[in-house]
């Protein structure tokens, strides 16, 4: 039995995770959950021990100098509480470390242990993958669920998936198997752009998160941050032909199957989130990865040639040979 001291008791908690690793292209899941710390002022109550779940040859501890003294920081995953005012308060309970090398199950029971504890109405688990889409539009984000009543309750996909799955569908089952709510909010990041940091991407995943829980999330720079990344990448493929012809290709697909989406429904969830943050806050201002045909994400997106690169260059500077997954 996980017992809490110091943890005031919580007002409809919601439980939001995300791990670096496979699940987390471009961090942009792991950064919206620290952008979500710095802005709330989250403060951490427990850690899981870095033995029980980690190989650190694959994530290795790192020493570090405090007041002279050598001291050492070991990867592991941290909870962190924070308390979100306004006219709807609401705790959120903040999980954010790294993918487990080992004892996965143990691992999900862990968390789940602290949810029970901390009476979790639900959780929310970030994730992000690789897809073929373009980054000059908005990033597709997509909900799943396991549970049928929850999927129509919240306007969510049903999750189909078969293959290869990392921590992110894991934890998700777990919490099916244990009678919690679960949600798994995936962004896709373009493959071509694959590198961290994505603040689009991170951006897309809170706007989304914001519509879930029905909370106001502080931006701070991340629209600006999000604009910069954008104008950067744009220069980026502008000076290679084969990557712009490309690019232009995608945008030309998505906007053929976006075309039906551009609904009176959708229109009306923009404008409320217009009308919410001009309204008013709810809160004070303050390795490889996953492929969408590895993830449970729309399947339209790129499953990954082991035979070799077939799509143009990034945009970038690394080597055109830095490997990328497929995976949940």
Known sequence: MIELEGVPELVDPVMVAAFEGWNDAGDAASTAVAHLEREWKGEVFAALDAEDYYDFQVNRPTVFMEAGVRKITWPTTRLSVVRVGGDKPRDLVLVR??????????????????????????????????????????????????????????????????????????????????????????AAVPHYVSQPPNPKATLALLNRLEDLIDVRIPLGELPEDARAWQVGVDQLAAEDSEVAEYVQTLEEARDTAELPEASGEAIAREFERYLRRRDGSSGPSAGGHATADGADGPASYRRENPGGRTRPPRPSQQDSDEEESSED
């Not at 799943?144 to 996909?157: G, I, N, P, Q, V």
């Not at 998700?172 to 919690?180: I, K, L, Y």
């Open 97 to 186: 470390g790294i993918e487990p090398s080992m004892r996965w199950r143990s691992f999900c029971n862990e968390l789940l242990g602290f949810a029970h504890e901390l009476g979790i109405e639900l959780v929310v688990i970030l994730g992000a993958l690789l897809g073929d889409t373009p980054h000059t539009r908005p990033v597709p984000i997509s909900g799943t669920t396991s549970d049928a009543d929850l999927a129509r309750r919240m306007d969510l996909e049903e999750t189909k998936y078969e293959g290869p799955t990392g921590i992110v569908g894991v934890l998700q089952e777990a919490c099916t198997h244990a009678g919690v709510p679960a949600v798994s909010l995936w």
